[in-house]
């Protein structure tokens, strides 16, 4: 089986803290991870190609140089080729063109199986999987959260709903996004990060790379149909009203009447 897994590098956005005095984020220092859905979807692709000798596992991100580090990771926890996407022309992209630019891409490899994050912690839209998908017209499943394989063109996956699982069989080549509880990431080993580094190639394509599967009118800024307009930091709550000196029942009293003045009850 030929997978594919599509892999963002994003801040880690659980080290993002807010400057109370200027009520900003705060970026210094906060380091670059693996986006934790497709560092599950990686290890997924890992336990298939386990599971299907002969497969190979190739992960592909598309953003700026430093990305680098992301695609080594990757490799180190045993995916075979890395594919960095990476061109000024593609900056600036909204979800349809990036979505747009990494279709082209994967267009230019072979593939049974694609596998996304459900979400990406950043941006944290959950639209580029399935655009990927519609762009290369294959079958999707999002939400999944258990995967199998049976015979050597059919996959079994669980589907997450806010109430319910869905088991879908789906044939390939299809997509599937993958929940960070698909699977639990393994640890890259020594060996794999020396290999990574030493051994295995992260190849870069450019535009001038996908000119053939690329459609111009969809990638960067121009391409993107919608555009972020103004961005700002939520306001921090206020102190708050601390409630001394009261028995249990007028402080239960007490609450309830505040929670219906401000029409929360
Ligand atoms: C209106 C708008 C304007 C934007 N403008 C800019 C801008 O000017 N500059 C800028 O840097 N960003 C911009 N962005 C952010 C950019 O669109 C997103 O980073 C990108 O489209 C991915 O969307 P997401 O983070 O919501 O990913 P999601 O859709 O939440 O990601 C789902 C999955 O798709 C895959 N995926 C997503 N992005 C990538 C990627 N780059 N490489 C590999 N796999 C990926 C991952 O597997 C991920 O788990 C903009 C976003 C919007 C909505």
Redesign the pocket.
């Known amino acids: 089986m030929k997978i594919v897994?599509?892999?963002?590098?994003?801040p880690d956005t659980t080290e993002v803290k807010l400057d109370p005095k200027t009520n900003t984020l705060i970026r210094d220092g906060v380091p670059s991870i693996i986006?934790p859905?497709?560092k599950a979807?990686i290890e997924a692709a890992l336990q298939l190609k386990e599971k299907c000798p002969g497969s190979t596992v190739t992960v592909?991100?598309?953003?700026p140089p430093q990305?680098d580090v992301a695609l080594r990771e990757a490799l180190a926890m045993g995916c075979d080729d890395a594919v960095l996407?990476s061109d000024r022309a593609f900056?600036?992209?909204?979800?349809?063109?990036?979505?747009s630019t990494?279709a082209a891409a994967i267009k230019k490899l072979d593939y049974d199986v694609i596998?996304?994050?459900?979400?990406?912690?950043?941006?944290?839209?959950?639209?580029?999987?399935?655009?990927?998908a519609e762009h290369l017209g294959i079958p999707q499943v999002s939400y999944v959260e258990e995967l199998d394989v049976e015979g050597t063109d059919t996959l079994v996956v669980q589907r997450q709903f806010e109430d319910r699982h869905q088991i879908i069989e789906v044939k390939t080549p299809c997509l599937i996004?993958?929940l960070a509880e698909l699977a639990d990431p393994r640890y890259m080993t020594v060996h794999g990060a020396f290999d990574a580094y030493r051994e295995k190639e992260v190849k870069v394509w450019g535009l001038a790379d996908l000119e053939d599967t690329v459609d111009q009118a969809n990638i960067g800024?121009k391409g993107?149909p919608?555009?972020?307009k103004k961005s700002f930091t939520k306001q921090a709550k206020g102190a708050g009203t601390i409630l001394k000196d009261l028995s249990a029942d007028e402080a239960v009293t007490a609450i309830v009447d505040k929670l219906q003045e401000k029409h929360i009850i």
Do not use: Y
């Open positions: 897994v599509c892999a963002k590098q994003v986006n859905d497709d979807g592909i991100s598309m953003g990305a996407v900056g600036g992209a909204d979800t349809w063109a990036t979505s990494i596998i996304t994050g459900r979400q990406a912690i950043d941006g944290d839209t959950a639209q580029v999987g399935p655009q990927i996004t993958a800024l993107s919608t555009r972020v």
